[in-house]
């Protein structure tokens, strides 16, 4: 049953047929929470379903605004809240089980509540939205106000709860921080302060976090200066400084999962690194508790991450992601961890019922069990598990008892229409489970298809059957005759595209299934025909709808499919009809692939014009129902009577206003009269299907939840089943006020229907029956089989793999496509032989051509290809290798380009920019280089602001000088007479500013004068104080730095360009050496100095064309010698020829012969002498040559090691200028941290500042507040305890005793009886009893007052006591009652009220402490800071040298020493010469002291016997009688204090007395008021009375004659009585009357005393 509607739709007239809700149906996907002991309770879509744990019956209360957000229950109050989930959402919270609705919240969120949560009193309630407020609210939904709130941006929070103990704390946690925050109260006002807990790191060590403000005060580095935090260095000085760490600091913290409160008010914490930490719940210390044992090792045990927590007394219950439920038992700072329970999925939520008697366990999933506990517990599960949403629903035929669903992953549900409990279940992936673990990982494999998701299902009119559509293409076939166990029966494999609809038609005869591929199978419904599969059609891809109109007067069943147009806002219906016999002529029907002809099946093509996202076929097949995609329209168009062959665009005939967003859908009912519609809105509407009218509507979804996926209506119209797309909710509808014609309709066709179906259903029964007998007496049969399948054992892995061919299956088309191949290859098998012969033929032809290819010459031969008779591959593989080709090559290009792009930045950033390049020399003869230094262009603005700060120094040099002949003039002026003393002092001072000018080195801090660099422009080291003077001076060092390289260079390139002429005077000379070793005939090399490349660096970019010269010169060389002709000087290589007889022996000479001979040695002697002295020449030239050569290198070394020298001061120079430059930018920087460091404090002392305000204001007003209050609980305490006072006096007319009696009465309370617990209920439950709300303390009161109720009886009032004087007693008694209830109350707000403000003083003394702080924090940087700016970093050059020192005294520290001026020494020394001429002075004056010593001692002697005389008069004196004021005001010190405190007291107690006296004044005056009003009625009755005498006294005149007359004594001895009582009532008044006259003359006086008393008596002196 659905209670809570609020509304009904306004459209509805009273008495017409309506839909409600029958039943909900779904599965939690938030926390399921107890609402009593006896009752759970979780949302699912727009319904909160409320389970009965003992009945299972349910109750729905229903969100009218939506689908329902977060749930929260309050069980003291019995009450559930819950938010919507819509823009600015609302909190609504209702009753139960009454669920009438209590009250609505409206706060001002603007997307989602994301928690809400009840304290246990349930006055308050907490709420957290998500983003963009992320705000925190506590709510008092009794008077629908919202106490206090804050917001925190961009915290996320998983879990929010109140300590079950204490309301004022509440505690919200997330994966990455736990705070608790305390709610303090004020009279009325209310407000939230957090607290984060600091949470360990990952290994569980607390991590020791240091004040970021305040870390480095008192560090400080003796050289660099103060020590800084990192903040200041990283330059924030706004409120990130406060949290800034550095990333290295930085170290993981545990992230918590699950937390949960104790009754001590402490807090436990899982943590998903398997921790569990305790935090104390006032000091919010953490404490990381040991685990003592480890559990026993399972295999699928894993509790590292503990998702949830419940608390239990001595521990906690905590459970993983295994599946197991642990109870960790506590003790002080460790634990033990035991098993509890085990369930079948991990657990993801733990809760006690409110009298821990029961423990509600909830998995992953969603099934939920219910622990009992007992002496023997018990697990019991109360919802199972549903994986995923339900994808599809349907009716089992008749429709009028059970229903199917079916969800993602497979699992198909039978469920009771009545009240949508569960009656079985089957899961579609579990069915291979028995082929084996090798046949499972084989199909799984191959068969992937078989274990995707499931989508669509459909069940059959005429069989006990259904039908479930996968996405591989698989279509699964159930036996539901027996609902209780289904069974699947068979299995196609259609295609291995996706199955996007099945269908079956109205009487059962087909089942249509449509796939994403664009078929459409058809397949025989009949179980009895084994679902044979009839053939298919193609439609377009992506199939929508498949609609079927299928009447019991006809014999065809009329086929309608709905596909989209792609790539235009168009679509397409395709209409065919199917014959009943086609089963008999299937064959006929479908040619050999198994598709169905288009001319058997009537196929006709129609668009439309624009987008539908449903269509319907009429049952008359006149008209199609269309449900528009882009616009909110539903359309009827009209179908040609005419056939047609082509495309016929249909036109919209009817055209109705949908009243639907976002994409829909549209149903027929059974008999073809309603017209269902549902979208992403979630509301069903139903239309009536000629005119189009919607005339019944109901909302079951929400649009939050993207509204209704499916829906079915029943076969008789009476029942709607409504499937919700992403909530996970199935809704039944059941017609309310449902009868006349649309009720006869339906039930007509319904009878009719089933009538017909009659006959076909029991056949079909019938064989699924023997079907289901068959497989029973099989399955023993198998289990054997399968048995001995498992004792088989297959070593190979091949033939694993063989096994799985084998085992692959395929779908219906394909083998149908095999079929028809292999029915063309029998058909075609002789011209396919033929054809083969052709071609083998062809091939040897072409091969014995290539053989003859490969003999022919080189011009005739024929490239391969050209006799490739391929043509077309052939080019296409020519085509493919050129842009293959192409592709390498761009790639290459592309490569090269990149390499020349970085080598061109390479080169313009380190040659090109380069003023001077940068080269090196080497020496000829040893291994010394020297390098210049490579120099960049100065650019316009540095150039810019050297000459800024050039002409700046001139400025200042100029002024200085003026100045000082100002100075000059004006001493001279003024000091004519000492003109010769002012020279000298006029030389000092040049000979100082020359000096100064012109620094020496050791003060200059370099050398950079020994390179002739102008240095007047520096400023001494010991000026540079301000920060522009350092920038300047910067910018001076670099233009020296620039002109010491600049002087360097041109050194380097004058010793470069004396290398290149020694290398050229070098070559020169060694054309000649090289002559004269060829003439010696020498085996000696030349050394031929040459530039290397890193002297001529140049080279490596630009080659050098010289190639052709080496060319000629070495030919020249080879052909002539090296010369052009013979020199005659060159006669060493002359020879003189023999004469031709020498051949001859020399007895066969002749004289002549003999002659010549003689001849020939004298000329061989003579020209061996000259060739010796030719050979000493030039060996002596030689020599000379070679020596000059060397002498000429040396020097050039000589000149390069002294350059190198001068290279190695320069480099020192400039690291001497660079280590300046740098200490100066350290300066700078430093000076910067000061400045961020000043700037963050003073932000931080402004915010601070601006916290004291606030704080300062919160005292104040809370002050206020306090008072205030204060003032009234004392005005309500002194009534009542006048109340108590005047009780005697209001009963002072009734005896003593009484009064006694009623006073006893008076102080007397009825007695309260508590409800007392059940002992084993005390054991269990860990909180006992917990602290009272308001509520309770409200209907504590009014108990009391009931019982009070009971004590005023009149059975209870003493005896002989009148009524009325009972009747004012127990008034005023009622009153005293009230009274101190109500001060019972001011107290207990007072005390809230005092914490509240000692609170606020704590915090206003921690805001002024940070001030105070900060303060000194900033006079210890302004410290740091001169003390920086006048302690200079300098540089001092330092002769290097051995100083020997006695007793190895070494001074290392300088820490204390100290840089001074000579002048400082010398004015020092002078000083210390006129000290000692002082001291001089001083002993000649000692002498004189002396001389007075012994008139001292005389005058001592005569003090000493004046002091005994004095000793004596003060001891007469003490002896003299003193008062005690007196004595005090002597003894004590600070008599005036004491004196101020008593009069302070004095002052007080009078202000007491004087409230008081006041009081009894004002009582006073109201009684003599009272007694007024009193004498004046008196007077008003005397004077009637009077009166009345008057006239009494004549009738008693009358009557005393003639008692007279009669002589009665009776009556007059009545008068007598009656007159002597008024006489003495009389007299009474008159005696109190007196008495109060006495009081106030009493209360008058003592008010005079009492007033006199606070007067100052002024006592003569």
């Known amino acids: 049953m659905v209670q809570g509607r609020e509304r009904e739709d306004s459209h509805q007239v009273s008495g017409s047929p309506s839909l409600f809700v029958r039943w909900v149906q779904g599965f939690p996907k938030q926390n399921v929470q107890f609402v009593n002991n006896e009752t759970i309770c979780y949302p699912s879509g727009n319904y909160i379903i409320f389970i009965n744990i003992k009945t299972k019956e349910k109750t729905v209360l229903q969100c009218v605004s939506g689908i329902v957000g977060i749930v929260a229950t309050n069980i003291p109050c019995e009450v559930v809240a819950f938010s919507d989930r819509r823009l600015k959402p609302l909190i609504y919270i209702y009753n139960f089980p009454g669920m009438t609705r209590r009250t609505k919240l409206k706060g001002n969120i603007l997307l989602d509540y994301t928690l809400l949560t009840f304290s246990h009193c349930g006055t308050y309630l907490a709420s957290y939205s998500t983003l963009p407020e992320y705000e925190l609210a506590l709510w008092n939904w009794e008077s629908h106000v919202i106490l206090c709130k804050k917001s925190q941006p961009g915290v996320d929070v998983s879990q929010m709860t109140f300590n079950p103990m204490n309301w004022h704390q509440l505690c919200l946690s997330s994966s990455n921080a736990v705070t608790v925050w305390n709610i303090e109260r004020s009279n009325q006002e209310h407000y939230l302060k957090p607290k984060s807990v600091k949470l360990p790191a990952e290994d569980g060590s607390i991590v020791d976090e240091t004040d970021i403000i305040f870390t480095h005060s008192l560090l400080k580095d003796p050289i660099y200066g103060p020590v800084l935090p990192l903040s200041a260095i990283a330059g924030l000085v706004g409120e990130e400084a406060e949290t800034f760490r550095p990333k290295d600091d930085l170290c993981p913290l545990l992230h918590p999962t699950m937390h949960c409160w104790t009754p001590s008010s402490d807090l436990y914490v899982g943590c998903e690194e398997g921790h569990l930490l305790m935090i104390n719940g006032d000091t919010l210390k953490v404490t990381v508790l040991n685990k003592t044992e480890e559990p026993p090792p399972l295999d699928r045990r894993n509790i590292i991450t503990p998702i949830t927590l419940a608390y239990q007394k001595e521990g906690v219950l905590a459970s993983g992601i295994d599946g197991f439920v642990y109870s960790f038992l506590i003790k002080d700072s460790s634990y033990k961890v035991q098993d509890f329970t085990e369930v079948e999925e991990p657990v993801e939520h733990l809760t006690f019922s409110p009298n821990y008697k029961m423990l509600l366990i909830q998995t992953e999933k969603g099934s939920t069990y219910i622990y009992t506990f007992g002496e023997e517990p018990t697990l019991d599960k109360i919802l199972a598990s549903c994986d995923g949403n339900f994808q599809a629903i349907d009716f089992i035929t008749p429709g009028n008892s059970h229903f199917m669903t079916l969800t993602g992953s497979g699992d198909v549900g039978i469920w009771l229409l009545d009240d949508g409990s569960p009656v079985s279940r089957i899961s579609l992936n579990t069915l291979v489970g028995k082929i084996g673990r090798l046949h499972f990982l084989v199909q799984t494999e191959c068969l992937g298809v078989y274990f995707k998701q499931s989508t669509v299902l459909a069940c059959c009119p005429s069989s006990p059957s259904a039908a479930v559509g996968t996405v591989g293409g698989s279509v699964h076939f159930l036996d539901v005759a027996d609902v209780n166990s289904p069974r699947e029966v068979h299995k196609a494999f259609l295609s291995k595209a996706s199955v996007q609809d099945v269908i079956y038609d109205q009487r059962g005869m087909y089942l249509l299934a449509g796939t994403s591929e664009g078929y459409i199978f058809v397949i025989n419904a009949k179980p009895s025909s084994s679902f044979q599969i009839l053939g ?428 000082k002949e100002i100075v000059e003039a004006q001493s001279a002026a003024s000091l004519a007479n000492n003109h010769h003393e002012e020279d000298d002092e006029e030389e000092e001072e040049e000979n100082v500013t020359t000096k100064d000018t012109n620094l020496p080195n050791y003060l200059l801090g370099s050398l950079s004068t020994d390179f002739g660099v102008d240095t007047s422009f520096l400023s001494s080291q010991l000026e540079l104080h301000s920060r522009e003077e350092k920038i300047n001076q910067i910018i001076l060092l670099k233009d020296i730095i620039y002109k010491v390289k600049t002087v360097f260079n041109n050194e380097f390139n004058a010793a470069y360009k004396q290398k290149e002429f020694e290398i050229a005077r070098v070559k020169e000379r060694n054309v000649r050496i090289q002559e004269i070793i060829l003439d010696l005939e020498l085996e000696e090399t030349v050394w031929q100095p040459e530039f290397e490349d890193c002297e001529k660096p140049e080279r490596t970019l630009v080659v050098e064309d010289s190639e052709s010269s080496d060319m000629r010169h070495r030919a020249l060389m080879d052909m002539m010698g090296g010369v052009l002709e013979v020199k005659k000087e060159d006669i060493l290589r002359m020879v003189i020829p023999q004469p031709a007889f020498m051949a001859k022996p020399d007895a066969v000479w002749s004289e002549e012969e003999r002659k010549q001979f003689k001849e020939y040695e004298k000329k061989v002697k003579e020209l061996n002498e000259e060739k010796d002295k030719y050979r000493k020449s030039l060996e002596a030239e030689l020599k000379k040559l070679q020596n000059s050569i060397q002498e000429s290198t040396q020097a050039f070394d000589e000149h390069l090691k002294r350059l190198f020298e001068r290279r190695v001061k320069a480099e020192m120079v400039v690291n001497q200028e660079e280590l300046k430059i740098a200490n100066l930018i350290f300066s700078l920087l430093l000076d910067e941290e000061l400045n961020s460091r000043e700037l963050c404090l003073n932000n931080y002392l402004a915010r601070n500042q601006e916290q004291k305000i606030q704080t300062s204001e919160a005292v104040r007003n809370a002050k206020e507040d306090l008072d205030m209050y204060k003032e009234h609980y004392d005005n309500l305490l002194a009534e009542d305890k006048v109340l108590d006072r005047s009780f005697k006096k209001e009963f002072s007319e009734i005896p003593m005793h009484q009064v006694d009696l009623l006073y006893k009465l008076f102080k007397r309370r009825p007695r309260i009886q508590k409800q007392k617990t059940h002992q084993d209920t005390a054991n269990i439950v860990p909180f006992g009893e917990r602290p009272g709300s308001d509520k309770s303390n409200k209907d504590a009161f009014a108990q009391l007052m009931k019982a009070m109720d009971e004590l005023d009886n009149i059975s209870n009032m003493p005896e002989g006591l009148d009524v009325s004087v009972w009747e004012h007693f127990c008034m005023t008694r009622r009153m005293k009652v009230e009274n101190e209830q109500k001060v019972k109350q001011k107290a207990a707000g007072l005390m809230e009220m005092v914490t509240f403000l000692r609170k606020r003083v704590e915090e206003d003394e921690k805001v002024q402490q940070n001030i105070e702080k900060v303060f000194r924090e900033l006079i210890l940087l302004q410290e740091e800071k001169v003390e920086f700016q006048l302690n200079l970093t300098i540089q001092i050059l330092l002769k290097q040298g051995q100083v020997e020192l006695e007793n190895f005294q070494l001074i ?53 016997m004046e002091m005994e005389d004095l000793n004596q008069k003060a001891w007469d004196i003490q002896m003299l009688f003193f008062s005690r004021d007196r004595q005090k005001f002597l003894n004590e010190p600070q008599y005036e204090t004491l004196i101020g405190i008593q009069i302070g007291v004095m002052e007080q107690t009078i202000a007491v007395l004087d409230k008081t006296h006041k009081k009894n004044v004002e009582n006073c005056k109201k009684l003599l008021k009272k007694l007024g009003r009193f004498s004046n009625h008196k007077d008003v009755a005397n004077y009637t009375l009077s009166c009345n005498l008057r006239e009494e006294l004549v009738a008693v005149s009358e009557r005393r004659d003639i008692c007279n007359a009669i002589g009665s004594k009776l009556t007059c001895e009545k008068i007598a009585k009656e007159r002597y009582e008024n006489m003495m009532q009389q007299q009474k008044l008159t005696n109190i009357s007196k008495q109060q006259a006495e009081q106030i003359s009493i209360l008058q006086a003592e008010v005079e005393r009492l007033r006199m008393r606070t007067f100052p008596a002024l006592v003569p002196m």
Request: aromatic share 6%; proline share 2%.
């Open 536 to 963: 298919y059609t193609e439609v377009g891809k992506g199939v929508l709808q498949i609609s079927t109109v299928s009447l019991l007067e006809t014999d065809i069943v009329e086929v309608m499919v709905l596909t989209p147009l792609p790539k235009t806002d168009r679509s397409r219906l395709e209409i065919f009809t199917l014959p009943l016999i086609l089963p008999q002529v299937a064959a006929a029907f479908a040619d050999e692939r198994g598709k169905l002809r288009d001319e058997f099946i009537h196929r006709y093509l129609y668009e439309i014009e624009h987008a539908l996202s449903s269509a319907v076929l009429d049952f008359q097949s006149q008209r199609i129902f269309g449900f528009c995609s882009h616009v909110p329209y539903i359309c009827s168009y009209l179908l040609p009577k005419k056939e047609h062959t082509g495309i016929c665009i249909l036109k919209p005939f009817q055209k109705v206003q949908s009243k639907h967003y976002g994409y829909g859908k549209l149903y027929l009912s059974s008999h073809g009269l309603w017209l269902l519609t549902a979208a992403k809105g979630g509301i069903l509407y139903i239309r009536d299907a000629y005119t189009l009218e919607m005339f019944a509507r109901c909302r079951s979804h929400s649009y939050q939840a993207q509204g209704i996926r499916s829906l079915k209506a029943s076969m008789d119209g009476q029942d709607i089943l409504v499937n919700g797309r992403n909530d996970g909710t199935l809704v039944c509808l059941k017609w309310k006020r449902f009868g006349g014609v649309l009720a006869t309709e339906s039930l007509d066709h319904c009878l009719k229907l089933l009538t017909s179906l009659n006959t076909t259903m029991n056949e079909e029964s019938a064989y699924i029956r023997r079907m289901r007998r068959d497989s029973l007496d099989l399955g023993s049969d198998n289990e054997k089989t399968a048995s001995g399948i498992k004792l088989l054992n297959i070593d190979s892995s091949q033939e694993e793999l063989v096994s799985a061919q084998d085992m692959k299956e395929i779908s219906w088309m394909e083998a149908k496509g095999q079929e028809a191949i292999k029915k063309e290859v029998n058909q075609f098998s002789k011209k396919r032989r033929e054809i083969k012969k052709g071609i083998k033929a062809l091939a040897k032809t072409v091969q014995s051509m290539m053989e003859e290819n490969e003999t022919v010459g080189h011009i005739a031969k024929l490239e391969q290809q050209e006799l490739s008779l391929d043509l077309e591959e052939l080019e296409r593989l020519h085509d493919e290798s050129e842009e293959e080709v192409a592709k390498i090559r761009k790639d290459a290009e592309m490569d090269n380009l990149a390499k020349r792009y970085l080598a061109e930045l390479i080169k313009e950033e380190c040659w090109n920019s380069m003023a001077v390049k940068g080269r090196a020399l080497k020496c000829f003869h040893i291994p010394c280089t020297v390098e210049n230094f490579p120099m960049k262009e100065r650019t316009a603005e540095e150039m810019k602001e050297l000459e800024k700060v050039l002409q700046q120094k001139k400025i200042e040099t100029e002024c200085l000088k003026l100045r």
């Open 1452 to 1504: 290392l520290e300088y820490s204390d020493a100290i840089l001074i001026n000579k002048n400082i020494i010398e004015d020092l020394n002078s000083v210390i010469r006129a000290q000692g001429q002082k001291k001089v002075t001083s002993m000649v004056e000692s002498k004189d002291v002396h001389k007075g010593i012994f008139q001292i001692e005389w005058e001592h002697k005569k003090m000493e």
